[in-house]
């Protein structure tokens, strides 16, 4: 997702001075001696290469810029900003709304940069299928296809062979579901096989004497008066 060879965050960058080698095919960023970004250079006269990546953390805290920015039309020219990536987007608009919706995605293009990009989007792939579109939920499934697949980065993701058998658990989220098509979910309900209620307790009730309208008389008691 990203044309970040070792340093994330290349929002922190901004304001700083850095250092660019250009080179006959492509430019790379400096940070002193760590390279911290690389672009394709372009050919076109005032042509611009961005990459949707280097823009997360500031399009996190104002998502409202993303539907219209340059990084994320080139990132769907280029194909890193997949159809599935567009889906995911669609829904969890439909239920969290634009802002809050747009950080999700966020989150899952977050996820970006420590895992396969298809082992990402099998994960959001899963979770359109059971309707829980969070970033979570797409991290788990990811994290599961990762494995599957053996494309598991880092030491505290991998299993050893034999040492332990996956579960295979799906995460369902019926608020999700409800929200994205509630005709579905009441369709996909069990029957109700429980009678009806009856009343006929309470008819009973309505039928006694009402003994408040005419109460019963006190009987006298014996005695001299005084």
Same mark, same amino acid.
């Not at 299928?129 to 970033?135: L, N």
């Not at 579901?177 to 098509?181: K, N, P, Q």
């Given at each position: 997702?990203s044309?970040r060879?070792d ?7 901004i ?15 400096f940070?002193?001696?760590?390279l911290?970004a690389?672009?394709p250079r ?5 042509g ?6 280097h823009y997360?953390e500031v ?6 810029a993303?539907p219209?920015?340059t990084?994320?039309?080139q ?9 599935a990536?567009?889906?995911?987007w669609?829904?969890?608009r439909k ?12 989150d899952?293009?977050?996820l970006?940069?420590s895992?396969?990009?298809r082992d990402?989007?099998?994960?959001i792939?899963?979770?359109l ?7 979570d ?5 990811a994290?599961?296809a990762?494995?599957?697949?053996g ?9 050893a ?6 579960v295979?658990?799906?995460i369902?989220?019926l608020?999700q579901?409800? %929200?994205? @098509?509630p +005709? /579905?979910?009441i369709?996909?309900l *069990? !029957? ?11 008819d009973?009730?309505?039928r %006694?004497? @009402?003994? +408040? /309208?005419?109460?019963?008389?006190v *009987? !006298?008691?014996e005695?001299n008066a005084?």
């Open positions: 997702m044309g060879p340093t994330p965050y290349q929002a922190r960058f304001g700083r001075k850095v250092r660019v080698s250009l080179r006959a095919t492509e430019i790379q960023v940070d002193g001696r760590t911290i690389r672009h372009t050919v076109v006269r005032g611009q290469c961005v990459q949707l990546d997360l399009l996190r805290i104002k998502p409202g993303l219209g920015s990084a994320l039309s990132a769907r020219a280029s194909g890193v900003f997949t159809p990536h567009d889906a995911f669609a829904a969890v239920t969290d709304g634009d802002a809050a919706g747009t950080r999700e995605l966020i899952v293009l977050l970006h940069r895992m396969d990009a990402v989007v099998d994960g792939a899963a979770a299928r059971v309707g829980a579109v969070t970033a939920v797409v991290a788990v499934e994290r599961r990762a494995a599957e697949r494309t598991v980065r880092g030491p505290a993701d991998q299993v062979c034999g040492e332990a058998e996956i295979q658990h799906r369902l989220s608020t579901r409800r %929200l994205a @098509d +005709a /579905a979910v369709a996909g *069990p !029957a109700d096989k429980r009678p009806l209620p009856s009343m006929a307790a309470y009973r009730l309505l %006694l004497p @009402d003994r +408040a /309208a005419s109460p019963e008389p *009987p !006298a008691r005695g005084s």
